[in-house]
């Protein structure tokens, strides 16, 4: 019998509720933000598991990153698209 390896979902499952405590120990508003950091590196599961030469943590962290970097490109749209209209 072959070794059973462990899915991208039960690994990313697993480290979130590594992070209970830490959890729980946060303000709620703080509890809402992580929850959200974790929903965002749940969009990139697939793309994280053809990461396997990265520690699973990494590639959640990095996935946490591209979302927030895409919200940060997205609102310096909308700075810059206000900012012409004001200049109108």
Request: hydrophobic share 45%; no cysteine; aromatic share 8%.
């Amino acid at each position: 019998m072959g070794r059973t390896v462990t899915s991208i979902t039960q690994t990313f499952l697993k480290e979130r509720a590594a992070f209970a405590r830490f959890r729980r120990a946060l303000r709620s508003s703080d509890q809402r933000v992580l929850d959200d950091l974790f929903a965002s590196a749940q969009k990139h599961l697939s793309a994280a598991s053809y990461a396997s030469h990265a520690l699973p943590f990494e590639t959640f962290l990095l996935s946490m990153l591209l979302e927030e970097h895409k919200e940060i490109i997205r609102l310096r749209r909308e700075v810059a698209e206000l900012r012409h209209v004001i200049q109108e």
